[in-house]
Nanobody, 114 residues
Framework: PLAESGGDLVQPGGSLTLSCQAS????????IFWIRQVPGKGPLEWVA?????????DYADSVKGRFTTSRVNAKKVIFLQMNNLKSEDTARYYCATSTDGQNRGQGTQVTVSS
């Protein structure tokens, strides 16, 4: 369904871009949700949403002004640009077709640490 990549270890204040590759063209019709989870701790946390043509986005207060999501439907890919990363952004990040994680992939780990 969806496959996330781009996670890494980064220092506080650093930047990272995550990618979400869709396997099928039908995903171009969906809103895509970025969600994250600290492994072993707590539920999925909604981070950002982008609508099907990329004209509308929404962000959690905790990432507003620092994260930007975009998409290139011709390539079936959605991005999450993350700037000014903080330790509390450390989590496994997923893209999905709902806030509860439908169609998500394996996720990609982002670790923010000095």
């Amino acid at each position: 369904p969806l496959a996330e990549s781009g996670g890494d270890l980064v220092q506080p204040g650093g930047s990272l871009t995550l990618s979400c590759q869709a396997s099928e063209w039908r995903f171009n019709l969906y809103h895509i949700f970025w969600i994250r989870q600290v492994p072993g701790k707590g539920p999925l946390e909604w981070v950002a949403t982008i609508d099907s043509d990329g004209s509308w986005t929404d962000y959690a207060d905790s990432v507003k002004g620092r994260f930007t999501t975009s998409r290139v439907n011709a390539k079936k890919v959605i991005f999450l640009q993350m700037n000014n990363l903080k330790s509390e952004d450390t989590a496994r990040y997923y893209c999905a077709t709902s806030t509860d994680g439908q169609n998500r992939g394996q996720g990609t780990q982002v670790t923010v640490s000095s």
